[in-house]
């Protein structure tokens, strides 16, 4: 990403100091749209991913610790959870929460241990 965002920059002052071609500006616009397209799908993700953490880490009744992900509205939960039905609970919450599509379960508990 970095080393995307210096090209563009030296790409765009180039461009400004009148060394670009109509093919060279193009390219510019579409790395500019892609890049700004990707920022804002990261900070989507990052929001419902602090979104979820928030409403967990202000339930009661949730004690355990939740490491959340998020991927375009799909969470993915993992953790060790105290019992199943402190596991329940966190399913359940997550999956009501407003932008949240999937849920994928990676959380465990010791009365699920096969």
Known sequence: ???KNRYLTLLALACSLGGCNQSDQKSLATDA???ASTVGT???NAELAGKVNLVLNNWKGVDSAVTVQSENGVITLE???KNHAEK????SIVNQIRGVNKVIDRLKSPDEER
């Open 42 to 44: 990261a900070a989507k």
């Open 1 to 3: 990403m970095k080393r």
């Open 79 to 81: 953790g060790s959870m």
């Open 33 to 35: 749209t892609k890049l």
């Open 88 to 91: 329940r609970k966190v399913l």
